[in-house]
């Protein structure tokens, strides 16, 4: 067989995103909403879909949803762009703003596809580690901003995985001390109630991330969106494949948008069950959950990779963070229906009691 030359040099030793999704009864490692769409809106969904033309392209901008999303925002559509989620935009954001000879600045830990994007995009990423309780060292992001190389910055809005919002007067700052674009990633503001559209009218180089795939149960469908200014927009749609958001996707995502309202008592839901479960980890020895502004809590422990192996063979799935720089014996538990989180703790109290009784054996023999 003939040989085929290297692939390009920057995707030498990269390993491919893993969701690590494994079979479970209880999925509670991806952040996805507990309860899927309700059956009456599957029914508009199903109406809405059989009319869609499959034959013809769809509409490249998603029109409809556009304007919906630019309505409910208070915005024109030209301050809105729809991508195949967010992982769609959080590319185009490395496409357009980054490069060979550009550079993003990070905050770790934070979500592993920005720093993935920066390398396939042969971006160069500066590093500012966050501080002992997860928060974003300001000081040293000052400090290196003012050097004047940065092109662009992603802070996560709630922070996957730690879990706290970022402070407005901070992403303010940011603002203000840099030309740089600022990317404010809201994948999971609807459980946050915290959202930084009010600096889009003052700050040019603002750009905000969302997604269908949290708040609106819809992580199957691949719907994400950005709001900015309209010269950001018109750099991010050069840089998009022209049919990216198929017509499917634009139609159930209209029908969902317009019957956002339906997701609410879910939302409220899963923010009850997040102090409730903070509250059972808090009272559990040996466990340390950090505080959250979103659907997921994040937890340290001892044997951390035994605790996800035992909460795994008895059918409940977490993911597993203790191998990640800065997260060392870390959990992240996703807020599942009131019956998985139940499962959930009372597995991981079990573990905590048997290893206590291996540990007073061991002692004893
Ligand atoms: N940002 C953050 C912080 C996320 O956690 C996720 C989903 N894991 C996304 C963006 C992208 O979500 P999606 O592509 O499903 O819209």
Known sequence: MNRVRAAAPQLAGLVPYDPKYLPAEAFLSANENPRDVDGELRELIGRRIAKVPLNRYPDPLAGGLRDMIAEANGLDRDHVLIGNGGDELLFNLALAWGGPGRTCLNFPPTFSVY??????????????????????????????????????????????????????????????????????????????????????????????????????????????????????IREFVKVR?????????????EVVFEHRARFEPGIREII??????????????????????????????????????????HGVLVRDFSATPLLEGCLR????????????????????AERGSRRAQAARD
């Open 115 to 232: 720093a993935a994007n920066a390398r396939l995009t042969n971006t160069a990423v500066v590093d500012i580690a966050r501080t002992e309780d997860f928060s974003i060292d300001e000081e040293a992001a000052f400090e290196r901003l003012a050097v004047g190389d940065i092109d662009y910055v992603i802070v996560a809005s709630p922070n996957n995985p730690t879990g706290l919002r970022c402070p407005q007067a901070f992403i303010e700052r940011l603002l203000d001390a840099t030309d740089a674009l600022v990317m404010v990633d809201e994948a999971y503001f609807e459980f946050s109630r915290q959202t930084a559209r009010p600096l889009l009218a003052t700050h040019e180089n603002l750009v905000i991330l969302r997604t269908f795939s949290k708040a609106f149960s819809l992580a199957g469908v691949r719907l994400g969106y950005i709001l900015a200014n309209p010269a950001v």
């Open 272 to 313: 009850e069950e997040r102090g409730r479960v903070a509250e059972a980890l808090r009272a559990t020895p040996g466990i340390v959950p950090f505080p959250s502004d979103s659907n997921w809590i994040l937890l340290r422990m001892e044997d951390a990779g035994e605790a996800w192996e035992y909460l795994y063979e």
């Open 333 to 352: 538990v996703t807020m599942g229906t009131p019956e998985q989180n139940d499962r959930f703790i009372s597995l991981l109290r079990a573990f905590v």
């Open 241 to 253: 494949q022209p049919y990216s958001v198929d017509a499917v996707s634009q139609a159930v995502g």
